[in-house]
């Protein structure tokens, strides 16, 4: 069955560095975009970056562009998420997960989000 | 960006009631429109995506419809375990966004 499962988390100091990782298994993982989806302790869902099934595009959310960078190793089935300047706001449960779709037929490189992981809590705090 | 707006934002409802969550998109988004279904200290769960299609596996109690920007997700007789909050999301443009959630809660 896919699995994804990231590590990583911790608590870091306002201004420092996080490196996320995610182990993907159970699918063909060149086949399909993968993407970072936040959610902030008590607060909704906040998308944060997607990069493409070949490592082609990435694209990020306004709230991170500059200091987060998603990566990819279709060698070892891993994606990471590499986060600079951390703010007390970029506190949250960091999810990583797959695009739903993949082949010729989907919309865009970035459509629905299935399946997630279990997720990895960042705290920002001094 | 694309501003998706969910209401009720909570709802209470008795096991058996018809639910039923909107989501109206700022624009135009055709049917790229996604639903899913997060349940206290759990990962969000795929139920719907482009605003009909009932993923594998979802009771058909479940159902979505819409397109351009209103959208409508329906529970049609309310189980004990679909308490949840249910997001949507669009995927028409990026950056992807969510709805605000709307949780849904048992009497």
């Known amino acids: 069955q896919v699995q994804l499962v990231e590590s990583g988390g911790g608590v870091v100091q306002p201004g420092r560095s996080l490196r996320l990782s995610c182990a993907a298994s159970?699918?063909?993982?060149?086949?399909?975009?993968m993407h970072w989806v936040r959610q902030a302790p008590g607060k909704g869902l906040e998308w944060v970056a997607v990069?493409?099934?070949?490592?082609?595009?990435?694209y990020y959310a306004e709230s991170v562009k500059g200091r987060f960078t998603i990566s990819r190793d279709n060698s070892k089935n891993m994606v990471s998420l590499q986060m600079n300047s951390l703010r007390a706001e970029d506190t949250a449960i960091y999810y990583c997960?797959?695009?739903?779709?993949?082949?010729?037929?989907?919309?865009?490189?970035?459509?629905?989000?299935?399946?997630w992981g279990q997720g990895t809590l960042v705290t920002v705090s001094s | 960006d694309i501003q998706l707006t969910q209401s009720p934002s909570s709802l209470s409802a008795s096991v058996g009631d018809r639910v039923t969550i909107t989501c109206q998109a700022s624009?135009?988004?055709?049917?790229?429109l996604n639903w899913y279904q997060q349940k206290p200290g759990k990962a969000p769960k795929l139920l719907i995506h482009?605003?009909?299609n009932l993923e594998t596996g979802v009771p058909s109690r479940f159902s979505g419809s819409g397109s351009g920007t209103d959208f409508t997700f329906t529970i049609s007789s309310l189980q004990p375990e679909d308490r949840a909050t249910y997001y949507c999301q669009q995927h028409h443009n990026r950056p992807l966004t969510f709805g605000g959630g709307t949780k849904v809660e048992i009497k």
């Open positions: 159970g699918f063909t993982f060149i086949s399909h975009g």
């Open positions: 482009d605003a009909s």
């Open positions: 624009q135009d988004i055709s049917i790229h």
């Open positions: 997960a797959r695009d739903g779709c993949s082949g010729n037929n989907c919309y865009s490189g970035a459509n629905w989000i299935d399946p």
């Open positions: 990069i493409w099934y070949d490592g082609s595009n990435k």
